[in-house]
Each structure stands twice: as C-alpha cells, then as structure tokens.
C-alpha cells in the first residue's frame, strides 16, 4: 500500500490534481482531512465555517491515525490532498511514512485568486511559509519530498503526471487527464465553497496568466515570493 500526501496551499490546482488521482481505479483519494481540526484549532472564519466543525471531525491526530491505519482492501493507493497550513498543533510523525508531494503556485497567482474568498489573506493562508518549513523537515530525515509547479502542470499535464508518476514508482495512466464535470463523491462538504471552477472542467484548465495585483497586495506578494523561490529551486523538472 503506497500511501501519498499532496501538500498543498489554497488556489494551487490541488483539487484538480485530487481528482485527476480519483481517475485510477487502484487509488482512493481523500480530501483535506485535516481541514475541521484546522478551523477548530485557529479559528480562522472561512466560508462554511460552522457547516463544517459540525459535520466532521476535528480530532486532527485520530484522524490521521485512523486513515494510517485503515484497511483500503482492493485500493493500492491512497492519495491525500492536504493543505500544509492545517498542520498545526498535531503530531506530523505520518508525514515521514509516506510520500510526500509539494504542489506550489507562483504567489501572484496564488494571491490574485485567494482573496475573492479571504479578502485580508495573509501570509499563514497561502502556507507557502509552512510548505517550505515541512519541505525542509522532510529532507533532513533524508526523504526525498516531490516539488511539482503548478504552471508547468497545466502546461502538459502528460508529461507533468508521467515524470510524477515515475517518481511515486506507480505507473502513469491517460485518464487522469480527464475527468466529467460537476463534483465527485470523495469532495469535502467545503466543495460548493472553493470548488467551483473544477466543477465546471473536464480536465486540467490550459494556464492562464493572472492580471497585475493591486498595490495594497504587494507586501503580501514580497513575503510569499522567497519561500516560493526556495521550494522551485528543487522542481521536479529541474532534476
């Protein structure tokens, strides 16, 4: 059983990558498990807030426990879209037994879409600060985490999910580049919140370049833009 963490910020392509691995029939994907203990534990006002504390669990450790330990039966792979800034306040000794995917995002990008739902969205919500603090936790238990931009992927998704694949050691199949619009089972009940635009594809929307932000984004983007640069140094195509 090979046991995957995609992590991830906000506005990064991930619920897209989640359900391009909900194609394969020997995966079974999970989605942000992390994201109720999260709200509960920083009480960050997203939309949907109380719709979600109320309807799953919040027990970041049990959580994480329970799907470490469960029996998938016929799945070979387990595949967890997870958000690195919900890693807070919990033990991270999982995330050293499994693989580990870093999804990141030109911060412009980023900024330019996380703001039409988090209007004063700083640096904590893009996660790129915890992304890179993970990235480099990882590697020094000698792990070799997984750095994919979001830009190349949409680029060529093929040759992106194929060099991915090869390096997770499980072979790359063509469906995961498709997939029918509207929502599938495995999304969170945050869907119908953030997940709109995946909703409306069939498959991973060709990049498209953001406008400029406004000047009052700036600061945020200069703080975001090191740890950005950091984690693209180790991109999985300059290797």
């Known amino acids: 059983m090979k046991k995957i963490c995609m992590w991830s910020g906000p506005r990064n392509v991930s619920t897209a990558m989640m359900y391009s691995f909900a194609q394969r029939k020997d995966t079974v994907v999970i989605d942000e498990p992390l994201y109720g203990h999260y709200l509960k534990v920083t009480g960050a006002q997203h939309p949907g807030r109380e719709e979600i504390l109320r309807e799953i669990s919040s027990n970041g450790d ?113 469906n995961m580049l498709s997939w029918d619009k509207g929502p599938i089972n495995e999304d ?26 406004s000047h009052n984004l700036l600061g945020l983007l200069e703080e975001c833009q090191p740890y950005y640069d950091n984690l693209l140094r180790y991109e999985l195509n300059s290797k």
């Open 62 to 174: 049990e959580i994480m426990k329970s799907i470490m330990n469960r029996d998938y039966e016929k799945y070979e792979i387990v595949f967890m879209k997870q958000m690195s800034h919900h890693l807070i306040e919990i033990n991270k000794d999982f995330v050293f037994e499994t693989e580990n995917i870093f999804l990141i995002r030109n911060p412009k990008d980023v900024i330019s879409s996380l703001v039409n739902q988090i209007p004063n969205a700083r640096l904590r919500d893009t996660g790129l600060d915890l992304q890179w603090d993970l990235f480099e936790e990882i590697r020094s238990k000698s792990k070799r985490p997984i750095v994919i931009d979001s830009k190349r992927l949409l680029l060529n998704p093929r040759k992106v999910l194929s060099q991915l694949c090869e390096r997770l050691e499980i072979p790359f199949l063509k």
């Open 188 to 213: 969170g009940i945050w869907a119908k919140y953030w997940y709109q635009q995946v909703h409306q594809s069939n498959g991973f929307i060709p990049y498209k370049k953001k406008p400029d932000l």
